[in-house]
């Protein structure tokens, strides 16, 4: 017998939300390193930084490495037992994450972490998806839903670190997997989901060929700016080696008679367009580290209170969930939205711009981050929905796994290694302009100003040209935003005559008379039957 449900009959249906709600929270922010306690791990461990960095990319990627193959094992096992059995390897890791010192072995766990954590992600997927009757309003509730647990996890990860150590988190966090995997053992039903599938067509060789091809680019956005970039042979190594893996596995799959990832997706318009607003959308995102460099480097906040800062994007996400809800319940243009996206993103990088002082209150961080919370969520919406749009599940699974280590991991990686890099040589030009009014009268003539001063003041200048310049180019983005069509006619010269002209105004009238009287005539011929 089959069950495409994921609890057995007798459950109620309210404990039945309530688990996958459980489910999700407690598996989608499981992580092999979180971002708020990596300075402890640092100082705990004494290996560079760079490596939980790396960690923290590697999850990614086994999450992206397992979306091409996550259905064909979802027909393969019951149900039961791969969520219980996934839980309870989840939590092994968490453990063993927990207790050892050595970073390459984190690096290494966390790509299994990520791995295993998609199976059960497109377990709760596809539930609530039916349930929810569209793809779009699903992707308004559940994204904002993750965005919110990551934040909250990363805070609480924090604060678990300053009480106890960060590593009494990840043992908290194995724990818990274990409950809930003891819990999904008596609710969950063990039948298979449909047709039992074998595991044999999976193409072992081109996942392994993935995984290489963002390891090793992951390890160039980790590590370059340490070794130096194109200076060190250890990154030139990797980055070759990073291209001959992805020319190795495009090689293999037009070989493939069941390829692992298919490539025809991105001849479409959308998914083309989806991919650059993506990109867009990485460059946004990796502010984050130009403002952790303000907050703590220059404000001198401490890991939690910058943690916080984070925090106060949750009420712009739940904005942005309840308009995506709306937006897509009544069927609105999606170019509006995503206009709306990277308008609050702009606007955010350009409270930063002028933000860039000693004096910068903490009360001042509210709306900003209110604008980076709406912004990041509106757009984690509504271009993941326009690029996967009309997209058949067999292209769209490999698609998610692509576009989710382009959004996450390829466009974040990169912009925040080359907004590291260029903010450093931005610094050192800083300081050589400020060298000219200095010298040894003027120190001693000034007691407040001290070289560490000089120091705060160009890395504000330093972090205030980059914002400038994104600022720039999110102007761009907009102009681009406006006039791309998005799936609808595009604005012609006709159009733009007819609308000054008065005339596109009385054809929606009519066009709205018509469509009253016909649900008019409906609702009559419905009660006379």
Same mark, same amino acid.
């Given at each position: 017998?089959?069950?495409?449900?994921?609890?057995?009959?007798?459950?109620?249906?309210?404990?039945?939300?309530?688990?996958?709600?459980?489910?999700?929270?407690?598996?989608?922010?499981?992580?092999?390193?979180?971002?708020?306690? !990596?300075?402890?791990?640092?100082?705990?461990?004494?290996?560079?930084?760079?490596?939980?960095?790396?960690?923290?990319?590697?999850?990614?990627?086994?999450?992206?490495?397992?979306?091409?193959?996550?259905?064909?094992?979802?027909?393969? @096992?019951?149900?039961?037992?791969?969520?219980?059995?996934?839980?309870?390897?989840?939590?092994?890791?968490?453990?063993?994450?927990?207790?050892? #010192?050595?970073?390459?072995?984190?690096?290494?766990?966390?790509?299994?972490?990520? @791995?295993?954590?998609?199976?059960?992600?497109?377990?709760?997927?596809?539930?609530?998806?039916?349930?929810?009757?569209?793809?779009?309003?699903?992707?308004?509730?559940?994204?904002?839903?993750?965005?919110?647990?990551?934040?909250?996890?990363?805070?609480?990860?924090?604060?678990?670190?300053?009480?106890?150590?960060?590593?009494?988190?990840?043992?908290?966090?194995?724990?818990?997997? /274990?409950?809930?995997?003891?819990?999904?053992?008596?609710?969950?039903?063990?039948?298979?989901?449909?047709?039992?599938?074998?595991?044999?067509?999976?193409?072992?060789?081109?996942?392994?060929?993935?995984?290489?091809?963002?390891?090793?680019?992951?390890?160039?956005?980790?590590?370059?700016?340490?070794?130096?970039?194109?200076?060190?042979?250890?990154?030139?190594?990797?980055?070759?080696?990073?291209?001959?893996?992805?020319?190795?596995?495009?090689?293999?799959?037009?070989?493939?008679?069941?390829?692992?990832? #298919? @490539?025809?997706?991105?001849?479409?318009?959308?998914?083309?367009?989806?991919?650059? !607003? *993506? *990109?867009?959308?990485?460059?946004?995102?990796?502010?984050?580290?130009?403002?952790?460099?303000?907050?703590?480097?220059?404000?001198?906040?401490?890991?939690?209170?910058?943690?916080?800062?984070?925090?106060?994007?949750?009420?712009?996400?739940?904005?942005?969930?309840?308009?995506?809800?709306?937006?897509?319940?009544?069927?609105?243009?999606?170019?509006?939205?995503?206009?709306?996206?990277?308008?609050?993103?702009?606007?955010?990088?350009?409270?930063?711009?002028? #933000?860039?002082?000693?004096?910068?209150?903490?009360?001042?961080?509210?709306?900003?981050?209110?604008?980076?919370?709406?912004?990041?969520?509106?757009?984690?919406? #509504?271009?993941?929905?326009?690029?996967?749009?009309?997209?058949?599940?067999?292209?769209? =699974?490999?698609?998610?796994?692509? @576009?989710?280590?382009?959004?996450?991991?390829?466009?974040?990686?990169?912009?925040?290694?080359? /907004?590291?890099?260029?903010?450093?040589?931005?610094?050192?030009?800083?300081?050589?302009?400020?060298?000219?009014?200095?010298?040894?009268?003027?120190?001693?003539?000034?007691?407040?100003?001290?070289?560490?001063?000089?120091?705060?003041?160009?890395?504000?200048?330093?972090?205030?040209?980059?914002?400038?310049?994104?600022? *720039?180019?999110?102007?761009?983005? =907009?102009?681009?935003?406006?006039?791309?069509?998005?799936?609808?006619?595009?604005?012609?010269?006709?159009?733009?005559?007819?609308?000054?002209?008065?005339?596109?105004?009385?054809?929606?009238?009519? !066009?709205?008379?018509?469509?009253?009287?016909?649900?008019?005539?409906?609702?009559?011929?419905?009660?006379?039957?």
């Amino acid at each position: 017998m089959y069950n495409q449900g994921l609890f057995s009959n007798w459950v109620p249906k309210p404990l039945q939300l309530f688990m996958l709600f459980l489910i999700t929270l407690v598996a989608m922010p499981v992580s092999g390193v979180y971002t708020g306690s !990596l300075s402890y791990m640092v100082g705990d461990t004494g290996a560079l930084s760079e490596y939980y960095m790396w960690a923290n990319y590697a999850t990614t990627v086994g999450m992206g490495a397992a979306m091409p193959i996550v259905l064909r094992a979802k027909m393969r @096992f019951k149900v039961r037992d791969k969520v219980v059995a996934l839980l309870v390897l989840m939590g092994v890791l968490s453990f063993i994450n927990a207790t050892t #010192s050595n970073p390459m072995v984190i690096v290494f766990v966390s790509l299994i972490l990520g @791995f295993f954590k998609t199976f059960i992600t497109i377990e709760v997927f596809l539930p609530l998806m039916m349930l929810m009757g569209g793809r779009g309003i699903f992707y308004g509730v559940f994204y904002t839903f993750i965005l919110v647990i990551t934040q909250v996890a990363n805070y609480y990860a924090v604060e678990f670190s300053i009480i106890h150590n960060w590593r009494q988190f990840l043992i908290f966090v194995a724990i818990l997997c /274990f409950i809930v995997a003891l819990i999904c053992w008596v609710l969950m039903h063990d039948k298979y989901f449909a047709l039992k599938m074998p595991l044999h067509y999976i193409d072992w060789l081109s996942i392994l060929l993935f995984i290489s091809t963002f390891m090793f680019s992951a390890y160039v956005f980790s590590f370059g700016k340490q070794q130096d970039w194109l200076n060190s042979q250890n990154i030139i190594n990797a980055s070759i080696a990073a291209f001959v893996s992805f020319a190795l596995m495009v090689i293999r799959q037009a070989t493939l008679k069941r390829p692992y990832l #298919s @490539f025809k997706i991105f001849t479409r318009n959308n998914v083309q367009v989806g991919l650059f !607003l *993506l *990109l867009c959308l990485g460059m946004f995102l990796a502010t984050t580290s130009l403002q952790n460099i303000f907050s703590v480097g220059v404000l001198g906040y401490d890991q939690l209170t910058n943690a916080k800062l984070n925090m106060m994007m949750i009420p712009g996400m739940l904005l942005a969930g309840i308009l995506a809800v709306y937006w897509f319940k009544k069927e609105k243009k999606l170019k509006f939205f995503i206009f709306a996206g990277f308008s609050s993103m702009v606007a955010y990088c350009i409270i930063m711009y002028f #933000s860039m002082v000693l004096e910068f209150s903490y009360e001042s961080w509210y709306l900003p981050m209110f604008l980076k919370g709406f912004g990041m969520c509106s757009l984690y919406i #509504s271009v993941w929905y326009y690029a996967l749009d009309k997209l058949e599940i067999n292209d769209m =699974l490999p698609a998610i796994g692509l @576009f989710l280590l382009w959004r996450s991991f390829v466009t974040v990686g990169l912009f925040s290694a080359l /907004f590291s890099w260029t903010q450093y040589q931005f610094q050192i030009e800083s300081l050589g302009d400020l060298a000219v009014y200095m010298d040894g009268m003027t120190l001693n003539a000034q007691p407040n100003l001290s070289l560490k001063t000089i120091q705060l003041n160009a890395m504000i200048v330093a972090n205030k040209k980059l914002f400038g310049y994104i600022v *720039l180019a999110g102007f761009g983005i =907009l102009i681009f935003v406006m006039t791309h069509h998005f799936g609808y006619p595009k604005f012609t010269l006709n159009k733009l005559v007819r609308l000054f002209g008065g005339k596109s105004v009385v054809a929606r009238r009519r !066009l709205r008379e018509r469509k009253k009287l016909a649900e008019s005539l409906k609702d009559g011929v419905g009660s006379a039957i």
